[in-house]
């Protein structure tokens, strides 16, 4: 038996022997697979397990999803990040009920032209739920291909691709489902990024990496570009009827609920300008603390500061008066988290 095939065999015994109790493993229909895929899109399995369920619960099948409402769906993101992710799963949902008469298709090719789903989801999707031998190449499977096979290349966009074409060769014919599995599972569990536990590793005796002394070494990631850091001015403004929150339509916030701010470490009188110019004149109260929130290539470091509006204004269009219900049942992104728990403890005082 070669290598490769070896790598199969081995990864889909050890699967079968025992991993862990997932709650999408239980019922791998293709709604269900697709729905924990996206959800684990940058996110730990523990994590995404409460959400998982909520958002089964809430939108049981891809008819329920295409029909969503989007705060709800947002909601039930909320915390998660990504957003478009969510948006995505609903657009998607409704070209499935349109194309499709409600069920995924089966095939990569079909599944691919879904709005967000990539290479490796249509192949997790199409292996898992439909037992096509596809590969669903990510982070996981990259680590540990190329520690098994001792890859010292950088793994740049043009790498990936060629490992992609060559996983294509690599999953087994009789169980691909499995195997896909077996590779999330090794990479979460045992291949690790960091101080990999070879010597609970089925592939330890034929792996390259452990061979040569240093796993960890491998895969060789391209530089990281640096990330850019953002100052931004938070303002809270609290009137008669609660704290003012705007709806964002950008592309990255789009239906999601924030406070008024702007870039830049402001002064509270460019602030109170700010303010005036969006149609609610407020007077500043006190800074109420830094925040800081990491995205991949950009981390905000916040200002957060208190106003008291001047007048019994109407919200401006797109924005609202939240109180303290409201501004908990909203879909805020995670980035103003200390925002919104400041503006709850400020409103229970009164
Ligand atoms: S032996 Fe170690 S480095 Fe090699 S695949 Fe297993 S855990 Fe990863």
């Given at each position: ?26 019922a791998p229909g293709a709604y269900e697979v697709w729905i924990s895929e996206i959800m684990l899109q940058q996110t730990r399995a523990e994590t ?132 896909a599995n077996a590779v999330m599972e090794l990479g979460a569990t045992v291949c690790l990024p960091r101080s990999p536990k070879c010597g609970q ?150």
């Amino acid at each position: 038996m070669g290598k490769e095939e070896q790598f199969g065999r081995q990864l889909t015994a050890w699967y079968a022997e025992g991993h862990r109790d997932l709650p999408w493993r239980s019922a791998p229909g293709a709604y269900e697979v697709w729905i924990s895929e996206i959800m684990l899109q940058q996110t730990r399995a523990e994590t995404v397990i409460p959400y998982y369920r909520r958002f089964l619960a809430l939108f049981p099948d891809v008819r329920a999803l295409a029909d969503s409402d989007e705060t709800e769906l947002l909601k039930a993101w909320e915390g998660l990040g990504y957003y478009s992710r969510a948006r995505n799963l609903r657009r998607a949902a409704r070209e499935i009920e349109e194309r499709y008469g409600g069920e995924l298709p089966a095939s990569v090719a079909e599944l691919r032209r879904l709005p967000g789903i990539g290479d490796y989801t249509a192949g997790a999707i199409a292996s898992i739920a439909f037992g096509v031998p596809a590969p669903a190449v990510d982070g996981n499977f990259e680590r540990v291909w190329c520690r098994y096979f001792g890859i010292g290349k950088v793994m740049d966009p043009e790498a990936r691709k060629q490992l992609a074409r060559d996983a294509e060769d690599l999953v087994p014919r009789d169980n691909p489902g499995a195997f896909a599995n077996a590779v999330m599972e090794l990479g979460a569990t045992v291949c690790l990024p960091r101080s990999p536990k070879c010597g609970q590793c089925p592939l330890a005796g034929e792996c390259s990496a452990k061979a040569q002394g240093d796993p960890e070494a491998l895969p060789v990631k391209p530089k990281k570009k640096g990330q850019r850091v953002e100052l931004r001015s938070q303002m809270l403004v609290f009137g008669r009827q609660g704290v003012l929150l705007c709806r964002r339509e950008e592309r990255l916030l789009q239906g999601l609920f924030v406070f008024p701010d702007r870039e830049g470490d402001l002064t509270p009188e460019q602030m109170c300008e700010a303010l005036e110019e969006m149609g609610v004149p407020a007077a500043y109260e006190e800074a109420l603390g830094p925040a800081r929130h990491v995205f991949t290539h950009i981390i905000w470091e916040m200002r957060i500061h208190a106003f008291r509006a001047l007048e019994d204004v109407p919200a401006p269009e797109g924005a609202l008066w939240a109180d303290a219900g409201t501004l908990s049942a909203l879909p805020l992104p995670s980035a103003v988290r200390a925002a919104k728990e400041l503006a709850l403890t400020r409103m229970s005082r009164g």
